[in-house]
Nanobody, 119 residues
Framework: QVQLVESGGGLVQAGGSLRLSCAASGSIFRVNAMGWYRQAPGKQRELVAAFTSGGSTNYADSVKGRFTISGDNAKNTVYLQMNSLKPEDTAVYYC?????????????WGQGTQVTVSS
């Protein structure tokens, strides 16, 4: 069984920074892709930043230049450094991973971590 655990969310003032972490644990053969999504009340869940299985990165237009995704392959961990935070960044942030387990590729989600940015 694979588990994703997020941490690093919290309350921050506009212009501040937070660093989110997501660690995948369990019987993992390979992490193929990993990234961050977010969902605000009344909004659809959207991609924030991700490493794709092809090795490229994707960022939402709204966070380009402010957020940076990075990872530690040895720890099966992905990070999201969020700088110059804005109130519109307020959302629940979810870690997502495409993980090879046994002979299958499966999609996993973390439970989410709340990020609140005050004006």
């Amino acid at each position: 069984q694979v588990q994703l655990v997020e941490s690093g969310g919290g309350l921050v003032q506009a212009g501040g920074s937070l660093r989110l972490s997501c660690a995948a644990s369990g019987s993992i053969f390979r992490v193929n892709a990993m990234g961050w999504y977010r969902q605000a009340p009344g909004k659809q869940r959207e991609l924030v930043a991700a490493f794709t299985s092809g090795g490229s990165t994707n960022y939402a237009d709204s966070v380009k230049g402010r957020f940076t995704i990075s990872g530690d392959n040895a720890k099966n961990t992905v990070y999201l450094q969020m700088n110059s935070l804005k109130p519109e960044d307020t959302a629940v942030y979810y870690c997502n991973a495409d993980i090879s387990v046994l002979l299958r590729r499966l999609d996993y989600w973390g439970q989410g971590t709340q990020v609140t940015v005050s004006s």
